[in-house]
């Protein structure tokens, strides 16, 4: 069965410092990737989506950038992190483009 | 791009009773139409789907119809209990090569007991 993993769990970070979360997929081959963030109370954004390795599209400008350097991993980054980063971060795959999105368990991120 | 709007934002309903949340769609030409179940600090999970050759679908307590006219599906939750207490967010997609989900600004559900 596939499974995603996601890491790490929680994180508190200073402004202005580096990022680099990530995750990964087990159980299955070419798996759309995506990353979305979720503020405090609020609904899912889409940040990157992946359709293959080294193919990254980006849903909105901002801070952050994305990654594929694997098949099965998908990686958010950032230099220097910004007050308004802090979120939870989601991973998510998905066997086919548009269809049922699978989410890893996320990535409470606190700037401060 | 796709468009999904969801109603309402917040919803507390008594135990035992039904919960209804809709939302509509911008992009006749989505086809798949998820709903997924987020409880507090945890990740969303998928609690089921429709496709659109299918007006509904239905999983024990929950179900969910699809009206492609109008461009609005729902989903349904009968007898409800406490632990149906999450976040629910509807979502929308083509299902074609190099589309994604488009998801709704989710429902705050409450059941109170």
Redesign the interface.
Known sequence: SQTIHQWPATLVQPVGSPLSLECTVEGTSNPNLYWYRQAAGRGLQLLFYSVGIGQISSEVPQNLSASRPQDRQFILSSKKLLLSDSGFYLCAWSPYPGTEAFFGQGTRLTVV | GENVEQHPSTLSVQEGDSAVIKCTYSDSASN?F?WYKQEL??????II?IRSNVGEKKDQRIAVTLNKTAKHFSLHITETQPEDSAVY?CAA??????????????TRLAVRP
Request: aromatic content about 12%; cysteine-free.
């Open positions: 798949y998820p600090g945890k990740r969303p999970q998928l789907d967010f997609s083509r299902g074609s090569s190099g589309d994604k989900l488009t998801f709704g600004t989710g």
